[in-house]
């Protein structure tokens, strides 16, 4: 098994541009789960997805993030505009209905300028 | 809402030593338990886990413990080996949820 996929791994823009982060969970895993990684405030989860459906979205920030989940195998989380303090590490997770444990995508480090 | 606390946020050990992580959680409805690695740059990985209806699990120089009536559970690493040295984060699954709730983080450092 490939394991989580995320891409690209390393993004670097300027502020006020859109930002898309892109997710291949595992096969045959049911939840996917977003999370933002900062010095500050740790791992922090933002959105996660049941069978493709989101179900609890309270970690996201505010309206500039946005997150879908079009298929089973794929993912987005989108940020516009971007701004200097959504610089951090996403890392994208999933796991298989009825096991809770949670297997962790290579993250994304993001840097707006 | 729920919390996770975890303790000591950085450990330094010497090479053979052993290394204790502590954490506490605050609803008492959770059942799952796990422990993660993180190396610099890379993702966390699950090390150990621990279901609410066991005290104590190992895995050759790795053990977790669960106090349920504290609502506190432990990470044991003996033995400590340089590559051991990574940042350790515990977590609690939400209760009815697929969710976690993360510490905050131990940096451990195994001094050669």
């Known amino acids: 098994d490939a394991g989580v996929i995320q891409s690209p791994r390393h993004e670097v823009t300027e502020m006020g541009q859109e930002v898309t982060l892109r997710c291949k969970p595992i096969?045959?895993?049911?939840?996917l789960f977003w999370y933002r990684q900062t010095m500050m405030r740790g791992l922090e989860l933002l959105i996660y997805?049941?069978?493709?459906?989101?179900?609890?979205d309270s970690g996201m920030p505010e309206d500039r993030f946005s997150a879908k989940m079009p298929n089973a195998s794929f993912s987005t989380l989108k940020i516009q505009p971007s701004e200097p303090r959504d610089s951090a590490v996403y890392f994208c997770?999933?796991?298989?209905?009825?096991?809770?444990?949670?297997?962790f995508g290579p993250g994304t480090r993001l840097l707006v300028l | 809402g729920e919390n996770v606390e975890q303790h000591p946020s950085t450990l330094s050990v010497q090479e053979g030593d052993s290394a204790v992580i502590k954490c506490t959680y605050s609803?008492?409805?959770?059942?799952?338990f796990p422990w993660y690695k993180q190396e610099l740059g890379k993702r966390p990985q699950l090390i150990i886990d621990?279901?609410?209806?066991?005290g104590e699990k190992k895995d050759q120089r790795i053990a977790v413990t669960l106090n349920k009536t504290a609502k506190h559970f432990s990470l044991h690493i003996t033995e400590t080996q340089p590559e051991d040295s990574a940042v350790y984060f515990c977590?609690?699954?939400?209760?009815?949820?697929?969710?976690?709730?993360f510490g905050t983080g131990t940096r451990l450092k195994v001094l050669a």
């Open positions: 997770a999933s796991s298989r209905q009825g096991v809770e444990t949670q297997y």
């Open positions: 096969s045959g895993h049911d939840y």
């Open positions: 997805f049941n069978n493709n459906v989101p179900i609890d």
């Open positions: 609803d008492s409805a959770s059942n799952y």
């Open positions: 621990i279901r609410s209806n066991v």
């Open positions: 977590a609690a699954a939400v209760s009815g949820t697929y969710k976690y709730i």
